[in-house]
């Protein structure tokens, strides 16, 4: 089991996702902008997302966390609502490698919350978690990757910020409209991830 631990940065507390995040998680795939930025054709119906919420943190092979706020006021979370979600899937335990995905819910974008999720789950990925002072080791992967599409500057700009790499480009392998776009294929290795959190 891959139950994914909770990590915590300076503004966000990554947790499992549970089944209460049911509700955020289905108004995420009523964003228009942001299915079309990630590249989401499926859909989905509001049964298939309760099941999705209250099974995903028991399944293999993966680590999906909610997003929620850091904020602690007097010694309690501020609030414990999903405002995004992060995944590191396709685990490949012989290559120690996975690929990283992650959504904001439209109102939380653009204020650093995204940068710092990604940050604490290449932190988790490659070095492992502190769990009451104890060091535990977590997948210890030696790469991160991932496909961000050629309309999302943003995101693409992001990850560069972070240290990801451009390694190709998947031409027009993404329906867009009437027309098309590139998934750009992005990684991050470990010696780099620890380059860049040196720095
Ligand atoms: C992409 C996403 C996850 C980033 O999370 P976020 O919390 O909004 O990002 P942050 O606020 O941490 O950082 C955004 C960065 O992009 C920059 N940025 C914003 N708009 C930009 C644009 N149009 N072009 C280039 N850079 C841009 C910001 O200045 C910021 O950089 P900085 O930290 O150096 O100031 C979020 O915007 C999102 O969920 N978007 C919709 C879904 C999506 O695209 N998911 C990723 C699919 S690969």
């Known amino acids: 089991m891959t139950r994914s ?35 989401t054709t499926e859909s989905f119906t509001r049964t298939q997302i309760d099941q999705w919420a209250a099974t995903i943190a028991d399944r293999l092979g993966r680590y999906d966390w909610a997003i929620t706020h850091g904020a602690v006021r007097d010694g309690q979370l501020v609030s414990d609502e999903l405002i995004g979600e992060i995944v590191l899937n396709e685990l490949d335990d012989v290559a120690r490698s996975a690929n990283l995905r992650l959504q904001m819910l439209p109102d939380y974008r653009g204020r650093g919350y995204g940068r710092e999720a990604i940050w604490e789950v290449l932190r988790f990925a490659f070095d492992g978690v502190r769990i ?47 027309g098309w776009a590139d998934a750009v294929v992005m990684s991050i290795l470990e010696d780099e991830f620890r380059a860049a959190a040196g720095a």
């Open 5 to 39: 631990p909770e990590l915590r940065g300076e503004m966000v507390r990554l947790r499992a996702i549970e089944s209460r995040d049911a509700q955020r998680l289905w108004e995420a795939l009523q964003d228009a902008e942001g299915m079309r930025q990630t590249g």
């Open 132 to 178: 009451d002072g104890e060091r535990e080791p977590g997948p210890g992967l030696h790469r991160v990757s991932l496909q961000v599409l050629s309309i999302n500057p943003r995101a693409k700009a992001l990850y560069e910020s972070l240290g990801f790499r451009e390694e190709g480009r998947l031409r027009d392998a993404h329906r867009d409209g009437d």
